[in-house]
């Protein structure tokens, strides 16, 4: 048996992520059929609700943002050879420190307020991130295993804080009071309307022309710099990269804390560009999903964008169909990032010798 | 603190602790084969939720109770194909299998009980009952699998061999043994334990199913394993430590100690968390895995 086989470069970009989703959708079809609902509905449903009208669009690229900046978190990493699923933890942080500006510098003018918000986002998910990179550039110690422990410290420490320290007091829910509007990064259809052009009222903010930023930063940055090649082979190759004389601990360091503040930009969309207050678990699973988003997009940021647009599709349109058909609720978005995850991360083998399979009708007898 | 209280206090940190001994055993086994299992919440979960349901639909316990280990199993051998027969990355596996389980169980848990994911309240013989001292069966089993399985990877061919792939795969395929079918066989004990402590979750601890009822004791199991460092008598310590912690951080809610003033639950309840950091950062003792743990085994030709 061959190892690994050669795919064609247009397979190895299309074909295996597209393969993965059909797979997905083919399985998640299955499951609307066994609680006796119909699929094919279904499906029409959710296109319909997520691109079929202006405002479910804009729902749409609201919730891709959350994506494209989770899977790119996950990508940076992932190129370096770390698997970062501390994502939730680090957006959570950044959430913490996204409060603490618009909180208590809420008296600077927007200009100066919403970068301030948007760095300390980032340096709060970063400095989350970093604790895990250098117990493994250190410490010897599997980021894996310290990224879930912090996603968890993250979550007790917010609870301590939402209901101890920042709750408003006249409020009963576990909520910071709201963020001036001078540190709302502006909604799209407000923007929009600034230009003469009317655009239904949505969630839709700036935030995406940010991640949309980030994901050129993050491609310059991995295929264009000589941190990104030094990324990159560290990920493929540590040993080599130590006789290149790059430093594996070093970028172990730099990855992760790039990958936690790519992570800060969801508290950002969510925080800074909707909520405008800080509110308990508002990474909502976003950093998990990201997973899914981040190997469906092979790691490539061009993919990244596409796969987190799928899943926007899939979050807005599963919203409208838990209205339309109550016995589909929007957890068949979680198990459709389980299945992608499954069939582009786990059992991407699988697929690649079928494929390549299927691509060499008549296989080398040494194959 | 009276006499009568502390009891208590051990005794519900007992309860506590089970669904974290089963799981961490689970991880045990799993990982001394060389196969990483970050699943164990996951399976943990689809297994609460299976005993949930079939024991609602049965009104029997055991019947529940099979229903869990077979969802369990199930994953476990998703997971044993992905990352043995595949030899796909471990841990994307083991992240699949966790959001797949968290889903499917609120969306199955929706659709055929309709009641925001619960199932409907299982009692009688639904249930495990209290059988000795105020404890249902399921806690005994969870208790005496702890020597079981010192015993198992100590003494016998079998645990030996599990131990051996976990650390030179490459060894045990010289010796003309199976790496897979030992791997598959760990994994497989690894999925049949969460599959108990899913079903001592669902009906025997509570009545009925709650969507993600598990609520991270899978990981807590996972730090437990660290913990313990991959040993199954300190496996039992640990999980009894972090029941304790769990049942004190309840008890503790609003108690003002002399000194230190009132003592936030979330700050016990991070202790796990925290200990397994501070462990792993090396600050006190090292935490080694098995040496293959994590690594797919390419046979050569």
Redesign the interface.
């Given at each position: 048996m061959v190892a690994v086989r050669d795919l064609p470069r247009w397979a190895e970009v299309a074909l295996v992520p597209a393969v993965a989703v059909a797979a997905a959708f083919l399985l998640a079809g299955l499951v609307v059929l066994g609680i006796g609902e119909n699929p094919l509905k279904a499906s029409r449903i959710l296109v319909q609700g997520s691109l079929g009208s202006a405002e479910g669009l804009g729902f749409t690229l609201f919730y891709a943002t959350n994506f494209i900046f989770t899977g790119l978190a996950v990508a940076v990493a992932y190129h370096a050879g770390l698997f970062n699923i501390g994502g939730e933890g680090q957006a959570t942080l950044a959430g913490f420190g996204v409060a603490l500006v618009c909180l208590h510098l809420g008296s600077l003018p927007a200009p100066l307020l919403v970068p301030l918000g948007i760095g300390t986002a980032a340096l709060f998910g970063a400095a989350w991130a970093f604790v895990p990179g250098y117990l493994q550039a250190r410490r010897g110690s599997h980021v894996v295993i310290t990224t879930i422990m912090f996603n968890w410290l993250a979550n007790v420490l917010m609870v301590y804080l939402l209901v101890n320290v920042l709750r408003e007091p006249a409020s009963m829910n576990p909520e910071t009071r709201s963020f001036v509007p001078a540190s709302h990064v502006p909604f799209m259809h407000d923007v929009l309307r600034g230009f003469g052009v009317e655009a239904p009222t949505s969630q839709l903010n700036l935030s995406l022309l940010m991640a949309l930023v980030a994901a050129v930063a993050v491609w310059l940055l991995i295929y264009r710099s000589r941190l990104g090649y030094a990324i990159r082979v560290v990920g493929q190759n540590p040993r080599a990269a130590v006789y290149a004389g790059i430093s594996v601990e070093r970028i172990t360091i730099v990855a992760m804390v790039l990958s936690g503040a790519l992570a800060g930009g969801l508290a950002v969309n969510e925080l800074m560009g909707y909520q405008h207050r800080l509110i308990l678990e508002f990474s909502a699973g976003y950093g998990f999903v990201g997973i899914a988003v981040a190997l469906m997009g092979r790691g490539h940021p061009a993919g990244i964008v596409l796969a987190a647009l799928l899943f926007g599709v899939l979050y807005q349109g599963g919203a409208e169909l838990s209205f339309e058909q109550p016995k589909i609720t929007r957890d068949m978005i979680v198990v459709m990032g389980g299945i992608v995850i499954l069939m582009a991360g786990a059992l991407e083998g699988l697929f690649r010798r079928i494929i390549a399979a299927s691509l060499k009708p008549l296989p080398l007898a040494s194959a | 603190m009276d006499a009568a209280g502390l009891l208590a206090l051990l005794d519900s940190g007992l309860r506590l602790s089970i669904p974290l001994l089963f799981a961490c055993l689970a991880g045990l086994w799993s990982e001394k084969s060389g196969v990483v299992d970050?699943g164990l919440e996951g399976k943990m979960l689809a297994a609460a939720f299976a005993a949930g349901a079939a024991a609602y639909a049965t009104a029997s316990a055991w019947v529940g109770l099979a229903a869990a280990l077979a969802a369990s199993a199930a994953f476990a051998v998703?997971h044993g194909f992905?990352?043995i027969s595949?030899?796909?990355?471990?841990?994307?596996?083991g992240?699949?299998?966790?959001?797949?389980?968290?889903?499917?169980t609120?969306?199955?848990g929706?659709?055929?009980f309709g009641q925001g994911?619960r199932t409907p309240p299982v009692d009688g013989a639904g249930r495990f009952g209290d059988v000795v001292l105020g404890h249902s069966v399921l806690v005994y089993v969870a208790l005496l699998a702890v020597p079981l399985t010192a015993w198992g990877l100590a003494q016998t061919r079998f645990g030996l061999r599990v131990r051996a792939v976990g650390e030179n795969p490459a060894a045990v395929d010289t010796a003309g043994v199976s790496v897979e079918g030992l791997r598959y066989a760990a994994v497989l004990i690894g999925g049949l334990l969460c599959g108990l402590g899913g079903a001592y979750l669902a009906i025997a601890q509570s009545a009925g199913f709650i969507p993600n009822m598990t609520a991270?004791k899978g990981?807590i199991a996972?730090?437990a394993l660290?913990f313990a460092r991959w040993r199954a008598w300190p496996a039992l310590g640990t999980c009894y430590l972090f029941g304790l912690l769990d049942a004190a951080a309840i008890r503790l809610q609003g108690t003002v100690l002399p000194g230190i003033g009132e003592v936030?639950v979330?700050?016990v309840?991070?202790l796990p968390?925290?200990m397994?950091?501070v462990l792993?950062?090396?600050l006190i003792g090292r935490?080694v895995?098995p040496r293959a743990a994590g690594v797919p085994y390419?046979k050569e030709?």
């Amino acid at each position: 048996m061959v190892a690994v086989r050669d795919l064609p470069r247009w397979a190895e970009v299309a074909l295996v992520p597209a393969v993965a989703v059909a797979a997905a959708f083919l399985l998640a079809g299955l499951v609307v059929l066994g609680i006796g609902e119909n699929p094919l509905k279904a499906s029409r449903i959710l296109v319909q609700g997520s691109l079929g009208s202006a405002e479910g669009l804009g729902f749409t690229l609201f919730y891709a943002t959350n994506f494209i900046f989770t899977g790119l978190a996950v990508a940076v990493a992932y190129h370096a050879g770390l698997f970062n699923i501390g994502g939730e933890g680090q957006a959570t942080l950044a959430g913490f420190g996204v409060a603490l500006v618009c909180l208590h510098l809420g008296s600077l003018p927007a200009p100066l307020l919403v970068p301030l918000g948007i760095g300390t986002a980032a340096l709060f998910g970063a400095a989350w991130a970093f604790v895990p990179g250098y117990l493994q550039a250190r410490r010897g110690s599997h980021v894996v295993i310290t990224t879930i422990m912090f996603n968890w410290l993250a979550n007790v420490l917010m609870v301590y804080l939402l209901v101890n320290v920042l709750r408003e007091p006249a409020s009963m829910n576990p909520e910071t009071r709201s963020f001036v509007p001078a540190s709302h990064v502006p909604f799209m259809h407000d923007v929009l309307r600034g230009f003469g052009v009317e655009a239904p009222t949505s969630q839709l903010n700036l935030s995406l022309l940010m991640a949309l930023v980030a994901a050129v930063a993050v491609w310059l940055l991995i295929y264009r710099s000589r941190l990104g090649y030094a990324i990159r082979v560290v990920g493929q190759n540590p040993r080599a990269a130590v006789y290149a004389g790059i430093s594996v601990e070093r970028i172990t360091i730099v990855a992760m804390v790039l990958s936690g503040a790519l992570a800060g930009g969801l508290a950002v969309n969510e925080l800074m560009g909707y909520q405008h207050r800080l509110i308990l678990e508002f990474s909502a699973g976003y950093g998990f999903v990201g997973i899914a988003v981040a190997l469906m997009g092979r790691g490539h940021p061009a993919g990244i964008v596409l796969a987190a647009l799928l899943f926007g599709v899939l979050y807005q349109g599963g919203a409208e169909l838990s209205f339309e058909q109550p016995k589909i609720t929007r957890d068949m978005i979680v198990v459709m990032g389980g299945i992608v995850i499954l069939m582009a991360g786990a059992l991407e083998g699988l697929f690649r010798r079928i494929i390549a399979a299927s691509l060499k009708p008549l296989p080398l007898a040494s194959a | 603190m009276d006499a009568a209280g502390l009891l208590a206090l051990l005794d519900s940190g007992l309860r506590l602790s089970i669904p974290l001994l089963f799981a961490c055993l689970a991880g045990l086994w799993s990982e001394k084969s060389g196969v990483v299992d970050i699943g164990l919440e996951g399976k943990m979960l689809a297994a609460a939720f299976a005993a949930g349901a079939a024991a609602y639909a049965t009104a029997s316990a055991w019947v529940g109770l099979a229903a869990a280990l077979a969802a369990s199993a199930a994953f476990a051998v998703l997971h044993g194909f992905a990352s043995i027969s595949q030899r796909g990355n471990q841990i994307v596996s083991g992240v699949a299998i966790n959001m797949l389980a968290l889903g499917l169980t609120a969306v199955l848990g929706h659709a055929w009980f309709g009641q925001g994911g619960r199932t409907p309240p299982v009692d009688g013989a639904g249930r495990f009952g209290d059988v000795v001292l105020g404890h249902s069966v399921l806690v005994y089993v969870a208790l005496l699998a702890v020597p079981l399985t010192a015993w198992g990877l100590a003494q016998t061919r079998f645990g030996l061999r599990v131990r051996a792939v976990g650390e030179n795969p490459a060894a045990v395929d010289t010796a003309g043994v199976s790496v897979e079918g030992l791997r598959y066989a760990a994994v497989l004990i690894g999925g049949l334990l969460c599959g108990l402590g899913g079903a001592y979750l669902a009906i025997a601890q509570s009545a009925g199913f709650i969507p993600n009822m598990t609520a991270g004791k899978g990981f807590i199991a996972l730090a437990a394993l660290i913990f313990a460092r991959w040993r199954a008598w300190p496996a039992l310590g640990t999980c009894y430590l972090f029941g304790l912690l769990d049942a004190a951080a309840i008890r503790l809610q609003g108690t003002v100690l002399p000194g230190i003033g009132e003592v936030p639950v979330q700050a016990v309840q991070a202790l796990p968390y925290l200990m397994t950091v501070v462990l792993l950062g090396g600050l006190i003792g090292r935490a080694v895995p098995p040496r293959a743990a994590g690594v797919p085994y390419v046979k050569e030709r």
